[in-house]
């Protein structure tokens, strides 16, 4: 079995993001970049099937960006993937150009699960998933919080507004990965020096026969700052006063 | 201009973040010369039906292979319809639902689509969209290109239509269930039983955060104070992590985005992630113990103590009345 485990590149959920000084992008000096963090999950899904499974099962990893991409490739070697590709691209792909290449990829690697993200913290689009699903006409479950493979068929349990819901898919599949899923490993120190000798192939966007047609284009930004000025009270009293009278909520 | 609205319902009735879509919708129909119809989906769904007609135009997919929201078949449907109808612009309130269905229906129709819209304009003719990105820190302003143009809108962020006043038709469109596809089987949904209200459509909603120990404390103290102000119960995802509370029940990015009319924080910090799902209240309440939580920049009414403490003074004051 092979699981391709398309990742993104955002920056590091720890970090403010700033925009420049004139509000034309995010000001990136300032930032750092890691695995998208729902992708991450994924990945780390994809080993656990790898650890648990009796057959042979191969792990690659696919990211889509510049040289820079490297470093968070080489984590997800770290964390157990087999290999890595890297699709050169310096464009900032929106979610349906980043299907139409992972749809070649697919074609290219032929898996039997994609695993992934349901969304990428950056954008927060939660679509490219879907969009890859839809285009190979695959079964997809989103918001995984389980995965249960028996052969062909795979039952996942599903986070939606309304509770767990329970679906059977058979493979080949799309999946998308939830908070719950699981918690991803940290690498460790032989790991990350093992990770060094994985390959990581790298393949011009422009091999894969993909032409890339902006669907989104963005024209602007402004911070979206909700500071609000704090009164502090008191006690448990004087809240609910102003609240009454004041506030008027309730 | 065409405009297709994809109807969220509950079974019998649509549900209130698609009104929100409708308005939209309206809004760019009015503004565009369009008309705005509606798609129903489902099984047994006369009273949905009838529940939409007040707002447009009705086309019903009404089959037992409908009976559950699943993708594959319902992405086939909307792209169909839309096909078949010259629909130019769809629209859903943002979900779990939109997510699963109406992002794969956009993989079909060729990928032009933006979630979360949070406001809308005309720029030189050109529909102009604002959506949140990097958990909500940025707002962007986004153009679609192509056609057709699939966009959800956040609930929260458009008033829900009321009834236009006249009942309009309601047309059942042809549903070969032998040609749907069949890729994804339903088998079962955990579904909620709570007696409180839905935290996506509250008007109050109180939360609650790392403070909480366990599951005991967090109905003691965040279950016991929504239920004296008739509210929902919301979490931070730090007590979803923790497996102390359900992941609907999440209020956040990756969680749900809402904006009540008041929003208790109880005993959660404040992180962006956070602050991405509730900002938008219009009246935010803060009760921390550290007075330095970031969670009290964006509360209107600020308490610095312990939860423990003050919550039950709060209960006890509110069930007194």
């Not at chain 1, 599949?173 to 020096?193: G, W």
């Not at chain 2, 929504?226 to 609907?248: C, F, H, K, W």
Request: glycine fraction near 8%; include cysteine; charged fraction near 25%.
């Amino acid at each position: 079995m092979k699981i391709l485990v398309p990742t993104k590149r955002v920056p590091d959920t720890e970090l403010k993001i700033r925009l420049n000084a004139d509000n034309s992008g995010v000001d990136e000096a300032q930032l750092s970049y890691v695995i998208n963090p729902f992708d991450a999950i994924a990945l780390e899904e994809a080993i656990r099937i790898q650890e648990g499974f009796s057959g042979d099962v191969e792990v690659v990893v696919v990211g889509i960006g510049s040289e820079e991409y490297e470093k968070p490739l080489r984590t997800g070697l770290a964390m157990g993937a087999d290999r890595a590709l890297l699709v050169q691209s310096d464009e900032g792909l929106d979610p349906w150009n980043a299907a139409q290449i992972l749809l070649a990829i697919v074609r290219r690697e032929s898996p039997d699960l994609v695993l992934m993200g349901k969304q990428a913290v950056d954008d927060d689009a939660n679509q490219t998933g879907q969009f890859l699903a839809a285009q190979l006409d695959w079964p997809q479950a989103t918001f995984a919080s389980k995965v249960e493979i028996d052969g062909e068929k795979v039952q996942v349990a599903r986070e939606t507004d309304l509770g767990i819901e329970t679906v059977n898919i058979k493979l080949p599949a799309v999946i998308t990965a939830d908070l719950r899923l699981n918690e991803p490993r940290y690498a460790s120190l032989p790991s990350i020096m093992k990770a060094r000798k994985k390959p990581i192939e790298e393949v011009p966007a422009s091999e894969l026969g993909v032409t890339i047609e902006p669907r989104v284009t963005i024209h602007g930004y402004a911070v979206a700052s909700a500071e609000r000025t704090c009164q502090q009270l008191g006690s448990a009293d004087e809240l609910l006063e102003r609240l009454r009278t004041e506030a008027k909520v309730l | 201009m065409k405009i297709l609205v994809v109807v969220e319902h509950d079974q019998q009735a649509v549900r209130t973040a698609t009104r929100s879509a409708f308005t939209f919708a309206q809004d760019i129909a009015q503004r565009k010369e369009g008309t705005v119809e509606c798609l129903v989906l489902g099984s047994k769904m006369d009273g949905v039906a009838a529940d939409a007609a007040q707002f447009a135009s009705v086309l019903t997919a009404d089959d037992p292979a409908l009976a559950e929201p699943v993708a594959d078949r319902y992405a086939a449907l909307i792209a169909k319809t839309v096909n078949e109808r010259g629909v130019e612009l769809i629209v859903a309130a943002t979900s779990t639902f939109a997510k699963d269905v109406v992002s794969r229906a956009g993989g079909l129709l060729g990928g032009c689509m933006a979630s979360e819209v949070i406001g809308h304009d005309f720029r030189d003719g050109q529909l102009t969209l604002k959506r949140p990105m990097y958990a909500g820190s940025v707002t962007a302003e986004v153009q679609l290109h192509g056609s057709p143009q699939i966009i959800t809108v956040r609930g929260s962020a458009y008033a829900p239509a009321e009834p236009t006043g006249e009942s309009h038709s309601i047309t059942p469109i042809t549903v070969n269930a032998s040609e749907l596809p069949s890729h994804i089987e339903f088998v079962s949904r955990d579904t909620k039983t709570s007696s409180r209200p839905d935290v996506s459509e509250a008007s109050i909603v109180v939360s609650g955060g790392r403070a909480m120990k366990n599951s005991d404390d967090f109905e003691r103290l965040v279950g016991s104070l929504a239920d004296a102000v008739g509210g929902a119960t919301g979490s931070s995802r730090a007590l979803v992590d923790a497996g102390i509370t359900p992941n609907e029940m999440q209020v956040g990015q990756t969680g749900k985005i809402i904006a009540p009319d008041l929003y208790v924080a109880l005993g959660i910090s404040g992180a962006v992630q956070h602050l991405a799902g509730m900002k938008n209240s219009k009246v935010i309440v803060a009760i921390n113990k550290d007075p330095d939580a970031p969670i009290f920049e964006m509360a209107d009414y600020g308490l610095v103590g312990d939860v423990y403490e003050i919550v039950p003074q709060l209960v006890e004051k509110l069930n007194a009345n």
